[in-house]
């Protein structure tokens, strides 16, 4: 069976594995831990845990088990309770981590209560934040506000030095194909490339790379990006030549879809197809998208069937 490393935040990174899961692959998913808004901000400042909004919201989307009980640990709190906001999936792992320590030793009996399929690792156990950097050289602290900064974000580090997981490395290793999911640049994916161990990980790996690009652009950050951008900013960290082969959405989204995401100040990422071919890397190129409660979203099952015709194509 053909193991798959993938990297990623929250939502990007589930909505691509809910197709990956349906596919005969060793998925391993590696989750940075900096997210430090909403429930997780809370719970990491009472608590001192690394942030697991992100690993809770993945663990759900590599889950098997029934819909009632995936609905059951999305539940939120309401605000004006002295719960307010929690989602019990966020309140479990952090009982978990209270009794067991560390991820190592938590999230295996989570793993085992939703009986997920492949192995989900936290990139780090420590408990960092992400710093951003602006354009014009501000320093803008925690993965929240730089989400929500209205300054353009050059770049992005750690508050202190961490410790890479080593299943994260030994996963690298061993892998037949590294992704990068779709999702944010600066706070999915930046987070596990900006780590020198990783870094180097990830360019000795016998592994492919693949990066699945963002559908729209995103305020602040990827605004007037093309797919070739993206592509720009990852091996600006990992070194040219570092990615192989891209997966981008060729079609045109709907009129009310595309009006929908300007509004929020996000449009559709376009296919420099010259670019990217100048780059060498392979492109694949198909309708991606879905319209999902009025928001764009991947196809999750046809974003995956590419990424594993891909793979029995190498073979």
Known sequence: MKKVVIFGGGSGLSQLLKGLKEFPLDITAVVSTVDNGSSTGRLRKEFSIPAVGDITKVLLAMSTTSKGVKDLLNYRFDDNSSLGNHTIRNLIMTALLEQHKDFAHSLPVLCDL??????????????????????????????ERITKSAAVIED??????????????????????????????????????????????????????????????????????????????????????????????????????????????KDAVPIDEKEIKNMGIKLISEKLFKIDEGFVRHNALKTAYLIFSYLIEGE
């Open 114 to 143: 939703l009986d997920v399929k492949g192995e989900l690792l936290p990139l780090t156990e420590d408990n960092a934040d992400l710093i951003g950097i602006s354009k014009n050289g501000e320093i803008i602290y925690g993965e």
């Open 156 to 265: 992005v580090k750690y508050s202190k030095d961490i410790t890479v997981n080593p299943k994260v490395l030994k996963a690298i290793k061993k892998a037949d194909l590294i992704i990068f999911s779709s999702g944010s640049l600066l706070t999915s994916i930046l987070p596990s490339i900006i780590v020198p161990e990783m870094i180097d990980a990830i360019n000795n790996a016998k592994a492919k790379k693949m990066y699945i690009c963002n559908m729209l652009t995103q305020p602040g950050e990827t605004d007037n990006y093309k797919v070739s951008d993206h592509l720009k900013v990852i091996e600006k960290h990992l070194g040219k030549g570092s990615i192989d082969v891209v997966i981008a959405n060729s079609e045109k989204m709907p009129q009310k879809a595309e009006l929908l995401a300007k509004s929020q100040g």
